[in-house]
């Protein structure tokens, strides 16, 4: 059973800040404080789990504008989008601009020359591991005042913001997430550059699987 809804909010970002640590020194989130017509809506990004056990995993790349479509042309405000290909809907393992499949083109991995020569025009993005601070400092150069921002997740059931903002499929059986693992529901934070294109930030956790089931469930 998926998210009980998804989707993605447009506006403009206007600050950020860490969650306060507890008693332990943990804390979780940065939290993204986002205009949009409705008022301002905060975004609370997993930088860490309430699991000790469990890792987290980020990586940041660019894309183009238009292998987002058709997000990017969205007015301001929360959308909510249908959990499929083609609907502006994200997912980590299996659209185009986000999946890394090495080699998933041939039978069999290519031969050096033309691996590195398929590297160059769409280089790898391996998932780093870390600390909560390691992954807050990988996304704050992203989170530039002003910029638009393009906020992937479910929405609040009450007032403004989104959560669950990182990989949404993939968590093992047995654990409290299983029931919401779904296809075509993760979540993400990509800030638009100057230049047009996105700054994105993908984080999941040690425990989801690479690869899963049309159910989202671990393959």
């Not at 993204?32 to 699991?51: M, N, T």
């Not at 993760?186 to 690479?210: E, H």
């Amino acid at each position: 059973m998926p998210l009980d809804a998804y989707g993605v909010l447009s506006g403009t970002l206007h600050s950020h800040f860490r969650d306060q640590p507890d008693t332990q020194g943990h804390w979780f989130h940065v939290n993204l404080e986002v205009d949009a017509p409705a008022g301002r809506y905060r975004c609370a990004v997993d930088v860490d789990s309430k699991q000790s056990t469990t890792g987290v995993q980020w990586k940041v790349l660019t894309l183009a504008a238009s292998v987002l479509d058709p997000v990017p042309s969205l007015a301001p405000g929360f959308h909510e989008l249908d959990m499929s290909s083609g609907s502006g809907a994200l997912d980590y393992l299996r659209h185009p601009a986000l999946a890394h499949r090495p080699g998933c083109l041939f039978f069999r991995r290519p031969p050096a020359w033309l691996q590195a020569l398929l590297d160059r025009v769409n280089p790898p993005h391996p998932w780093i591991s870390g600390s909560n601070l390691d992954a807050a400092q990988a996304l704050e150069p992203i989170l530039v005042p002003g910029r638009p921002i393009l906020v992937f997740g479910e929405p609040f059931d009450h007032g403004l913001g989104v959560h669950n903002i990182h990989q949404n499929q993939g968590d093992p059986y047995g654990s409290q997430w299983w029931p919401d693992n779904g296809t075509w529901q993760d979540g993400a934070t990509l800030t638009r550059r100057p230049d047009g294109r996105y700054d994105v930030f993908l984080n999941k956790f040690s425990s989801q699987a690479d690869q899963t089931d049309e159910a989202g469930h671990p393959a």
